[in-house]
């Protein structure tokens, strides 16, 4: 990985100089690159909803039966389980806003040729392509996140990001309903149908692609002009002199160094995709990703029955059905309101105890700091009520129940998982990225601070893949088992999540610290 020689570090002169700030980009700059970077990750998730409603007429479009349509769904979730880990590892060695501006710009292209294509396997080839160019924009967010935020602040500035997508952007399938991985339940999984529907129904298929390349094209714009170079390794906390074209078109924009300055030293390497899968490997950050991947089958599995169950069991039209996706997405989206202050407020409160001071502008020493218990000291409670939550919706379907007890808890369950999620992502960045889902990412983020983006890739290979294993066999288990019991055993898995990340709670400080030693 590119490696800066040194950073603005105190000089000799100056043995009691104040250590240099983590960041130097103030906070209302930080805010704006955030937004930006929460922005172009939106895409990833968006891509895979919007696309669903468009099913049946793409089928008529290019006579084909839908289970060929359904084909590009397949194909486009496993392009992106493996796509973030080239992407990621890539903006980690050669910085992020050069990385950005190649994405976007292939995916505004690609989005004009699936319009103009005139073939089924124009189509195939070209959702390829799209998966490629976009599934790997979250992954360098989180990447940002850690350039420019400090461990004490990081709940906030992640669920910025978590905002407009909460995570991988798996695209699930089941029969011919296809749905997206559980691992996005704000935004983009809330309007993304809406839109997609109404685009479709009022102006034709094509106009989603046309939506999507206007929406790139506006972000790309934007993060010409405004997105400043963040990595590390090329900037080093922002006030090192970045190469000509890593510079902002306008040279008073957020920049925090002079002419004369020095650049930082690197050293250039071939992007080494196989990173994630070195921090697969690790013991503590296993646990971590396996108890996220379980976390993430919960949603999936819930997103791909929703629609049928509420058309058979309620009798639904396919636009009221729609509907019924909303409540979850909204419950993510209200934990994005205070699950960040609230995983903030749980890591100062851990390190006043210890007797530790929390340095917001330099950042904390996490090498030697017990992370996993800062972070994970709040995911308790919300994985309880999710796995009650998850298992009370089952029953209450299976009794057929007032629709909106189902509805109720569908929001609960949301609003639980985005907090769980938030939180373990965090803490894998210290070891190399729902309040579930916030409390996942921040600690992923945190474990891995070294490499993000490679981390969240990697986070992603194994959420994506036990969401498509799942997604197999969740039809079997409703047909086989009943809705009840299919969601008392979904139930479970989380409480077999929260055991997971009970082991990290207790060994995973030993473990991390083990292999920073060796």
């Known amino acids: 990985m590119s490696t800066k020689e040194s950073t603005a ?20 700059e930080k805010r704006i690159i955030v937004a930006l970077v929460a922005y172009a990750a939106w895409f990833s998730t968006l891509t895979g909803y919007i696309y669903y409603p468009a099913i049946h007429q793409l089928a008529e479009t290019f006579s084909v039966p839908v289970e060929k349509i359904n084909l590009t769904v397949t194909t486009y979730m496993a392009v992106a389980t493996i796509a973030p880990t080239l992407v990621g590892d890539t903006a980690d060695v050669l910085g992020r806003r050069p990385v950005y501006v190649v994405l976007l710009s292939l995916y505004i292209g690609v989005n004009i040729a699936i319009v103009l294509a005139d073939s089924y396997a124009g189509l195939l080839g070209l959702r390829v392509v799209q998966a490629l160019a976009i599934s790997g924009t979250f992954s360098i967010a989180y990447g940002v996140i850690t350039d420019v935020a400090s461990p004490a602040e990081r709940g906030s500035y992640v669920n910025m990001v978590s905002f407009a997508y909460r995570s991988a952007a798996c695209p ?36 989603i692609f046309w ?26 906390n922002g006030s090192l002199k970045p190469f000509k074209y890593w510079r902002l078109p306008l040279p008073k924009i957020m920049c925090h160094w002079t002419d ?29 990703m396996l108890a996220g991947g379980l976390l993430y089958v919960i949603p999936t599995c819930i997103y791909t029955a929703l629609s049928v169950l509420f058309i058979d069991l309620y009798k639904l039209n396919q636009w009221q059905a729609g509907l019924t996706y909303l409540p979850f ?33 330099a950042g904390d020493d996490l090498d030697d700091f017990p992370i996993e218990r800062a972070r994970l000291c709040v995911v308790w409670a919300p994985m309880l009520v999710t796995a009650c939550s998850v298992m009370a919706f089952g029953w209450v379907l299976d009794r057929r129940q007032h629709i909106a007890i189902p509805l109720c808890l569908q929001f609960i369950t949301g609003l639980c998982m985005q907090i769980e999620f938030s939180v373990s992502l965090f803490f894998a960045a210290i070891l190399q990225e729902n309040k579930h889902s916030m409390v996942y990412n921040t600690l992923l983020v945190d474990k891995n601070y070294r490499n993000p983006a490679a981390a969240q890739a990697s986070s992603n290979i194994v959420r994506c893949s036990l969401a498509a294993i799942a997604v197999t066999f969740i039809q079997d288990l409703i047909d086989s088992m009943g809705i009840g019991w299919t969601f008392t055993f979904l139930g479970g898995l989380c409480l077999v999540a929260m055991g997971l990340f009970g082991v990290d709670f207790f060994k995973g400080t030993s473990w991390r610290q083990k292999h920073i030693a060796s």
Request: charged share 15%; aromatic share 10%.
């Open 260 to 288: 004369s300055a020095d650049s930082a030293t690197v050293r250039w390497r071939v992007p080494n995709p196989l990173k994630s899968l070195k921090i697969i490997a690790r013991k503590d950050n296993a646990v971590i």
């Open 9 to 28: 570090a105190p000089t000799a002169e100056a043995p009691n100089a104040q250590p240099p700030a983590y960041s130097v980009f103030t906070p209302v």
């Open 172 to 207: 699930i399938e089941l029969g011919a309903l296809p749905l997206k991985s559980g691992s996005s339940i704000t935004t983009a999984a809330s309007i993304g149908p809406i839109f997609g529907g109404t685009l479709s129904y009022a102006a034709g298929w094509q106009w």
């Open 211 to 236: 939506f999507l390349s206007i929406a790139a094209a506006s972000c790309l714009s934007i993060m010409v002009f405004f997105l400043p170079e963040t990595s590390r390794s090329v900037v080093g």
């Open 329 to 361: 997405g909204l419950g993510g989206v209200a934990s994005t309101l205070f699950s960040g202050r609230l995983i903030d407020h749980a890591y100062r409160n851990f390190r006043l105890k210890k007797g530790l001071s929390t340095d917001r502008i």
